[in-house]
Nanobody, 114 residues
Framework: QVQLVESGGGLVQAGGSLRLSCAAS????????MGWYRQIPGKERELVAL?????RTDYADFVKARFTISRTQNTVYLQMNSLKPEDTAVYFC??????????WGQGTQVTVSS
């Protein structure tokens, strides 16, 4: 059974940094795309960043130049710098298998105080 386990969320002051990690366990599969979404209460889940198996990255406009995504084979990271109060959300990682199955992490809370 594939599980994505996230870590690294927490409380930080505006302008600070956090690094999120998401490790896939229970699988020998290779994932093509891995990445992060976030969800603010009352809003839909939105894509933050993704990285493909060949290292191509894509970022939402609201995090460009502040967040950096990276990965090993089955672990994805999100380095978040210059955090703003509006970045406060639950962050979810995902991993896509080439056959079209998507796995989700359980979510980790990020709170940025002003």
């Amino acid at each position: 059974q594939v599980q994505l386990v996230e870590s690294g969320g927490g409380l930080v002051q505006a302008g600070g940094s956090l690094r999120l990690s998401c490790a896939a366990s229970g699988t020998m599969f290779n994932f093509n795309s891995m990445g992060w979404y976030r969800q603010i209460p009352g809003k839909e889940r939105e894509l933050v960043a993704l990285i493909t198996s060949v290292g191509r990255t894509d970022y939402a406009d609201f995090v460009k130049a502040r967040f950096t995504i990276s990965r090993t084979q089955n672990t994805v990271y999100l380095q978040m710098n210059s955090l703003k109060p509006e970045d406060t959300a639950v962050y979810f990682c995902y991993a896509d298998r080439p056959i079209g199955i998507r796995y989700w992490g359980q979510g980790t809370q990020v709170t940025v105080s002003s």
